[in-house]
């Protein structure tokens, strides 16, 4: 189902659940039945199939005394090609239904460690009155989450997993974690609609079972498989609506147990919180340039931080931007400005902050003296995963550093020194303001689209619309330059809510993204319906080519022609063919693929395609050979 016909089938449901709330859901109850009785047809066709067949194996025995045995044993191989197929039908479709799904990662928790977090579950558990939740896992992301998982694919005892992130329980009160975790618990309990929650559980298992579904093979395997990729999308299509109000439903949960202030400041913090996290990554991260290590005690500074109040204008900021954010189509979450108008009495005060925090966070509140020991163990697993990458930045860094001293160093520089030496005090020195430099080169040297694109993208941080020149110009001196300059000049237009001019830049690079893909495919195959000229590389570039030539083994080639190829797409581009003819007795040995391994991994100094010029390519040849220049060896 494409995007469009998914969206005008959202916008009538939307409207119809409105109208006809007991209707619509009467149609979603009868579409989920149908899935069953597809689910029932898949397993029916295979048994059955499989059924039939040793019935009627059995019973031809029978009734000729076994001499059917010596028929079936010439119909051999006819059986087995009916019956393989069925088996792996049926295999994979009980795959689908039985399969053991992987469990959540996380570090579990325990009742013992965490006495006050398991109450304060057992007490949610009681007035929701909802499933047991079965696993407590602690993982270090700014997110919380529900997750069952059924004992045998669909069918089965399900395990309900809470995943609590402890960057947030850091960030955030009790009762706003609590909220937090009851709106994810609300999603299993269905304290307002089960048949929603119901109904919810049933999207993500047919997810599942359409994955499954590709590997399925044979005859009657891929009808089935037309099948359910037909009626997955399509569920899935029609019970969005019902998927997003049940997001609705578990905001309600939230207000139940913790009331409706502590629900919309738990929403609000959460939409904080995120790019607050970010923003302490980013900053921990500058810490690069002037430390071989990381940090080790990552989470001990993040956890201090989120307990001081946020900076006014970053709130501000960060509250307007997620209160603006409309949500998609691709999300079933609403939107934080509808999801706070639809809670009891937080539509008028929808832009005020979150409360300040009083008393203990909640991971203080929940996890009590285990939490230093659970701070060590994620900032140590971090520490120990970002080691390498951070010292062989730090490394970058240090050698970038040397360069730029020794090119601030030279008395004279040429452009293209000077070019770099911009380029590196750009990029190690951010604070200061470059854009009077570069604008000087630019006037010096205004066909450089490196130096124009720079200068561009600086302006645009600046909210200077004279960026936008500078990047045409970059793009229209540099094709290469179009997909990044489009990036930055769409950003630029999203922060300023100017989505029509963002558009017209997303379509562009689209437009680029596209004619890049289809010069890739032809790059990357060698066809013999392409033009080819001579090769108009230049004497060193030749000289380089026919060194690697003499420095390989050429035992088994007999001569070797060099052509450059015209790919549809792209005329200019230089991609170029290395055609082999080898002698007869290679040829008798069966030896291309021996010899064309040999020359692809040498280090080429341009794109090129090796090929043995017999077999599918023994008349290209010919045509190379036509081709001046050509022959190299």
Aim: aromatic residues 8%.
């Amino acid at each position: 189902m494409d995007a469009e016909r998914f969206a005008q089938m959202v916008g009538r449901l939307e409207r119809e659940s409105t109208e006809h709330p007991r209707s619509y859901a009467i149609k979603v109850a009868a579409l989920a039945l149908l899935g069953f009785g597809i689910l029932a047809l898949v397993l029916g066709v295979a048994g059955l199939g499989l059924l039939l067949l040793v019935a009627g194996v059995a019973v031809a025995t029978l009734l000729t005394g076994g001499k059917a045995l010596l028929l079936l044993l010439k119909l051999g191989k006819l059986l087995l090609l009916l019956a393989i197929p069925l088996w792996f039908l049926l295999k994979n479709s009980l795959r689908a239904l039985f399969v053991r799904l992987p469990p959540p990662e996380g570090l579990e928790l325990t009742a013992a460690q965490a006495p006050a977090l398991f109450a304060a579950i057992d007490d949610m558990r009681r007035r929701l009155g909802g499933p047991k939740v079965h696993h407590v896992l602690l993982i270090d992301q700014i997110n919380a989450a529900m997750v069952q998982r059924p004992l045998f694919g669909l069918i089965g005892f399900p395990r309900n997993y809470l995943l609590l992130g402890l960057p947030l329980l850091d960030s955030m009160s009790p009762d706003e974690a609590m909220a937090v975790v009851a709106h994810e618990y609300g999603h299993l309990a269905g304290s307002h609609s089960r048949f929603g929650a119901f109904i919810y559980r049933l999207r993500l298992s047919w997810g599942t079972i359409q994955h499954h579904a590709e590997q399925w093979q044979g005859f009657a395997g891929r009808g089935l498989q037309r099948l359910i990729g037909w009626y997955a999308p399509y569920f899935n299509a029609y019970t969005f609506v019902l998927a997003r109000a049940n997001e609705y439903q578990a905001d309600r949960a939230s207000v139940d147990l913790v009331g409706a202030q502590a629900a919309a400041d738990a929403l609000k913090r959460v939409n904080l919180a995120s790019p607050r996290y970010d923003s302490f990554l980013n900053q921990t991260l500058d810490r690069i340039p002037d430390q071989p290590q990381p940090p080790r005690d990552l989470l001990a500074r993040w956890a201090a931080e989120a307990g001081t109040e946020l900076a006014t204008d970053n709130a501000q900021r960060w509250l307007s931007q997620a209160l603006a954010r409309e949500t998609s189509l691709a999300d079933t979450h609403p939107a934080l400005a509808a999801r706070l108008a639809a809670l009891p009495g937080q539509a008028e005060a929808m832009q005020a902050q979150p409360r300040p925090r009083q008393g203990p966070s909640a991971a203080e509140a929940w996890l009590g003296a285990q939490l230093p020991k659970l701070h060590e163990h994620f900032q140590t697993a971090w520490a120990e995963r970002v080691t390498q990458p951070w010292g062989e930045r730090h490394g970058e860094i240090q050698a970038r550093r040397s360069r730029l001293a020794a090119l601030r160093a030279q008395a004279e520089r040429s452009p293209d020194d000077e070019l770099e030496r911009l380029q590196l005090q750009v990029q190690l020195e951010p604070e200061t303001d470059w854009r009077e430099a570069l604008a000087g080169y630019n006037a010096q040297h205004p066909d450089r689209a490196a130096a124009l694109y720079l200068e561009g993208v600086l302006r645009l941080d600046k909210d200077d619309e004279d960026g936008l020149a500078l990047l045409e110009r970059a793009m229209a001196l540099d094709a290469d330059a179009i997909k990044p300059a489009c990036e930055r000049a769409f950003s630029f237009f999203k922060q300023r809510g100017d989505d029509t001019r963002a558009e017209s830049f997303a379509e562009r690079w689209r437009q680029r993204d596209a004619f890049d893909t289809r010069r890739q495919q032809e790059a990357s195959r060698l066809s013999t319906q392409h033009l080819v000229r001579p090769h108009g590389l230049d004497a060193d570039a030749l000289a380089t080519v026919q060194q690697l030539l003499g420095r390989v083994d050429r035992d088994g080639i007999d001569a070797a022609y060099l052509v450059r190829r015209e790919l549809p797409s792209d005329p200019s581009a230089h991609t170029y063919v290395l055609g082999l003819r080898l002698t007869w007795w290679a040829r008798q040995r069966n030896r291309q693929q021996d010899i064309v391994n040999r020359l692809a991994r040498l280090e080429w100094p341009i794109h090129v395609m090796v090929c043995t010029l017999d077999g599918e390519y023994g008349d290209y040849g010919e045509k190379l050979q036509r081709v001046d220049g050509a022959q190299v060896i």
